[in-house]
């Protein structure tokens, strides 16, 4: 099922915490930021994580990720981090994000996250509602 959902896009500034000693922002940092920006997506949509665990019984998780690193982002940048819905399926989503500076494209993903059991993390079809929205956004 594909989605005509816009773009969700959430500015983030480097901090120092954020570089290596050279003031670049190490590589594991950008994971960070797109789950920061996908979390509020969710947010922007209704859905807090602790409600999924408490109301609806799941979390997400990211089942496979594919990341393009094509231009360093610096000490005290502000980014751009922009998440799509690229498909929606019974269980998972697949959102591509990108990483601008200024409209510079930094950082290019395609992530797949599922939607599992918070007790036994057995895979498990998204909530109805929470479905709804992501189509409806």
Same mark, same amino acid.
């Given at each position: 099922?594909?989605?005509? #959902?816009?773009?969700? @896009?959430?500015?983030? +500034?480097?901090?120092? !915490?954020?570089?290596? =000693?050279? &003031?670049?922002?190490?590589? #594991?940092?950008?994971? @960070?930021?797109?789950? +920061?920006?996908?979390? !509020?997506?969710?947010? =922007?949509? &209704?859905?807090?994580?602790?409600?999924?665990?408490? @109301?609806?019984g799941v979390i997400i998780v990211v089942h496979s990720m594919t990341v393009a690193f094509k231009r360093p982002a610096m000490f005290n940048d502000v980014l751009e981090v922009a998440c799509e819905?690229?498909?929606?399926?019974?269980?998972?989503?697949?959102?591509?994000?990108?990483?601008?500076?200024?409209?510079?494209?930094?950082?290019?993903?395609?992530?797949?996250?599922?939607?599992?059991?918070?007790?036994?993390?057995?895979?498990?079809?998204?909530?109805?509602?929470?479905?709804?929205?992501?189509?409806?956004?």
């Open positions: 099922m594909r989605s005509s #959902s816009p773009h969700f @896009n959430w500015p983030i +500034r480097v901090y120092y !915490e954020d570089t290596d =000693a050279g &003031g670049v922002v190490y590589h #594991s940092n950008y994971l @960070n930021f797109m789950e +920061r920006a996908r979390t !509020e997506w969710l947010r =922007a949509l &209704g859905f807090e994580q602790p409600e999924l665990k408490d @109301n609806f819905v690229l498909k929606i399926g019974h269980g998972s989503i697949e959102m591509g994000q990108k990483i601008t500076r200024q409209g510079e494209l930094l950082i290019e993903a395609q992530v797949k996250a599922a939607f599992v059991n918070a007790a036994n993390f057995k895979p498990v079809g998204i909530p109805a509602s929470i479905k709804q929205a992501m189509l409806q956004s």
